[in-house]
């Protein structure tokens, strides 16, 4: 689905990334670990279009996406969510779920004098594609909720809910559990082993809770200092010494 060719950023002075080479294999639930500072954001930001390599190209299901903005991007099926969700605050979820799509005929003010009930037409298979998303995420007693009144994992589940309102090939998912309580994260992992099994989402994430990396991701990718120090899966990782020492913690094998 994604294939990562010797990339490299720098900021200044300062090498980000240095010399990257992955793949992401269509279907897997991808998890990518690594010490603050290892460079997963800033290549996060690269593979979703947020920022130019300096060197090295990213490519989308073969085709060279290198440099491609994020909203076209969007439009391909790569789409992120992001540590600190970005709802609309003041929009309840479901107005939330409906903002989705692009190119919407109603987003024209003059289709609403020249085509108004193909302007319904739509706004009405949206809204249905959005109450069968909050159906899917068990988020149908907060419907009419503001989204800014959503606890962190119930953000998280919207922000999941706004990756199926389009046809999305694979999901990059930044930090996810990031300040969501136990039950709720549950729900989060549920929501995406369904996604990936039942609608064949592709995913890459990145997490610092290992428990959580090895309940949902084979491969695992290990980041140290901008570059990949290793792969494999969960297990292999949490038993390399060389990620045990830079990013585990020396002396906590377990």
Same mark, same amino acid.
């Given at each position: 689905?994604?294939?990562?060719?010797?990339?490299?950023?720098?900021?200044?002075?300062?090498?980000?990334?240095?010399?990257?080479?992955?793949?992401?294999?269509?279907?897997?639930?991808?998890?990518?670990?690594?010490?603050?500072?290892?460079?997963?954001?800033?290549?996060?930001?690269?593979?979703?279009?947020?920022?130019?390599?300096?060197?090295?190209?990213?490519?989308?299901?073969?085709?060279?996406?290198?440099?491609?903005?994020?909203?076209?991007?969007?439009?391909?099926?790569?789409?992120?969510?992001?540590?600190?969700?970005?709802?609309?605050?003041?929009?309840?979820?479901?107005?939330?779920?409906?903002?989705?799509?692009?190119?919407?005929?109603?987003?024209?003010?003059?289709?609403?004098?020249?085509?108004?009930?193909?302007?319904?037409?739509?706004?009405?298979? #949206?809204?249905?594609?959005?109450?069968? *998303? @909050?159906?899917?995420?068990?988020? %149908?007693? /907060?419907? $009419?909720?503001? &989204?800014?009144?959503?606890?962190?994992?119930?953000?998280?589940?919207?922000?999941?809910?706004?990756?199926?309102?389009?046809?999305?090939?694979?999901?990059?998912?930044?930090?996810?559990?990031?300040?969501?309580?136990?039950?709720?994260?549950?729900?989060?992992?549920?929501?995406?082993?369904?996604?990936?099994?039942?609608?064949?989402?592709?995913?890459?994430?990145?997490?610092?809770?290992?428990?959580? #990396?090895?309940?949902?991701?084979?491969? *695992? @990718?290990?980041?140290?200092?901008? %570059?990949? /120090?290793? $792969?494999?899966? &969960?297990?292999?990782?949490?038993?390399?010494?060389?990620?045990?020492?830079?990013?585990?913690?020396?002396?906590?094998?377990?």
């Amino acid at each position: 689905m994604i294939k990562i060719e010797s990339v490299y950023k720098n900021f200044g002075g300062v090498r980000a990334v240095e010399n990257v080479i992955f793949e992401i294999k269509t279907g897997s639930i991808t998890g990518l670990i690594g010490p603050n500072g290892a460079g997963k954001t800033t290549l996060f930001n690269i593979i979703a279009g947020n920022i130019k390599p300096t060197d090295g190209k990213v490519f989308l299901d073969g085709k060279d996406i290198t440099g491609i903005p994020s909203h076209l991007l969007f439009n391909m099926g790569l789409l992120r969510t992001f540590q600190i969700a970005h709802e609309f605050s003041s929009l309840t979820v479901l107005e939330n779920l409906m903002m989705v799509p692009s190119l919407q005929i109603g987003e024209k003010l003059i289709n609403a004098w020249i085509r108004p009930k193909a302007v319904k037409l739509q706004e009405k298979e #949206i809204r249905n594609k959005a109450v069968e *998303v @909050i159906d899917f995420l068990k988020l %149908s007693h /907060l419907t $009419q909720e503001l &989204a800014g009144n959503l606890s962190g994992g119930q953000k998280k589940l919207l922000e999941l809910g706004r990756t199926m309102m389009v046809d999305a090939k694979i999901v990059l998912l930044d930090e996810v559990g990031a300040g969501v309580n136990k039950t709720l994260l549950n729900d989060v992992i549920s929501a995406i082993l369904r996604l990936n099994k039942e609608r064949g989402y592709t995913f890459c994430m990145i997490e610092h809770d290992m428990d959580l #990396i090895s309940r949902l991701c084979d491969p *695992v @990718i290990v980041m140290a200092e901008g %570059s990949v /120090l290793a $792969q494999g899966t &969960a297990d292999e990782i949490k038993s390399n010494e060389e990620v045990i020492e830079a990013y585990l913690g020396k002396g906590s094998k377990k």
